[in-house]
């Protein structure tokens, strides 16, 4: 039986199930793409995943869009 937390994991990976606006492979050295709006402008942001350990959740990094001005790392955590 898959223990809750294992569960969570699979529905945060599988971004089929998400809602219009993200797409791509949750797998580290794969691209993830999301949909961002900023006021009324939407972009595209490219992002790399960086990790899919199953006891922390899935990190991801843009690569692109704000990615000379900032540098930022993304993640899920599950507690």
């Known amino acids: 039986m898959l223990s809750e937390k294992m569960w969570v ?10 809602p219009a606006g993200v797409s791509g492979h949750m797998a580290v050295g794969e691209e993830m793409w999301v949909e961002a709006h900023l006021d009324d402008e939407i972009q595209h942001v490219r992002n790399i995943v960086t ?4 006891s922390k959740g899935p990190c991801w990094q843009p690569t692109d869009w704000c990615g000379s001005m900032i540098s930022a790392k993304r993640s899920l955590t599950i507690s």
């Open 9 to 18: 994991y699979g529905v945060l990976v599988d971004l089929n199930s998400y």
């Open 51 to 54: 990790s899919v350990i199953s």
